[in-house]
């Protein structure tokens, strides 16, 4: 249980020794629901066989809702990203998840993540923009790069485009703790007021 | 001397007690040096008239420097901030430093701040860009709407741009953490890939 428990992210040995403890300690009418959701959810929970977000149903709720806009995607690494965008409540369109980013040195190409899945729907669907809302570090920029790539010779006949959230001051932030690179990009990205 | 250390930013009663009676227990030759060093400073250190960044000139190394270019004027809230801008090795412009930023909350209007100076150089120098570089709190946005207003006639003419660093992402950040703000901004932002 100790071996299982720490393999959690951000669950060492020690606090997985303390955790096994107290479960041990409690009576099983406590322990056995927690249990059941996991053997419950493993089974229920699947991925989307169209945008790959978790659900219960064969589309998720977000495919399923006629009134978000086909013609837009949101490719995100994973399915938690699609709840930050909607917190926003600005995002009115679609999603695809990746199910990360490429990563050659961790062995991670193309082919371990939804990119054939993403271009299939991209040529399938009448898609007019792809927003690559993968996270602003290396591998996220390189899995942009990647898909604008393989979605050239539609952005070259005009048909779609590919975009990418803007890197900038995160807002409320002061000049001062800003790092280099992030107000290189704010800079390089400035836009009229 | 409590008192008066108290007053710096960062440092509070206790701290500025602890100060003291550390600064009262060391011998004069250990603290006459920074007493001096204090007053040479307020004595040697004065603004820039032009861009009112700090120096012992009448003149900042920045402003006297011609291989930056005049046309491009980066406005920012306080000396400090003109550090941060530099380290990123990408900006080749002049600066001008408004001591602050519009806050009439706090009393802080257009004439507590460098602005008639800013004009006046945007009106008198060659100028083709004024960068809003501000920070992306409610009042830095307040005062980069201000600035671009008062500018409007000659960004009207053609002349000038005013521009502001994107809001965005950080770098190496996650979209997990970004706030709702700075995520909506991203996205309003977006660039073609």
């Excluded at 040995?13 to 419950?40: N, W």
């Excluded at 995607?73 to 994973?78: A, F, R, S, T």
């Amino acid at each position: 249980m100790i071996d299982e428990l720490s393999k959690l992210p951000g669950i060492g040995p020690k606090t997985a020794q303390r955790l096994t403890f107290h479960l041990l300690r409690l009576p099983p009418e406590d322990v056995l629901p927690l249990a059941r959701a996991l053997e419950e959810a493993k089974e229920r929970i699947g991925f989307c066989r169209k945008c790959f977000n978790l659900t219960e149903e064969e589309e998720c709720e977000l495919c399923r809702d006629p009134r978000r806009d086909p013609g837009l995607i949101c490719v995100v690494e994973e399915p938690s990203d699609i709840i930050s965008v909607e917190r926003t409540h600005e995002y009115r369109g679609r999603y695809h998840v990746l199910g990360g980013a490429l990563s050659p040195i961790d062995g991670v190409g193309p082919d371990r993540l939804r990119m054939e899945e993403l271009f299939r729907r991209v040529r399938e669907e009448d898609v007019r923009e792809v927003i690559v809302a993968t996270n602003p570090t290396m591998s996220g920029e390189a899995t942009a790069l990647y898909i604008a790539e393989e979605l050239r010779p539609e952005v070259g006949a005009g048909k779609l485009r590919v975009t990418r959230p803007a890197a900038g001051l995160p807002m409320g932030g002061d000049l001062e703790y800003a790092d280099e690179v992030t107000l290189s990009r704010a800079l390089a990205g400035r836009r009229d007021v």
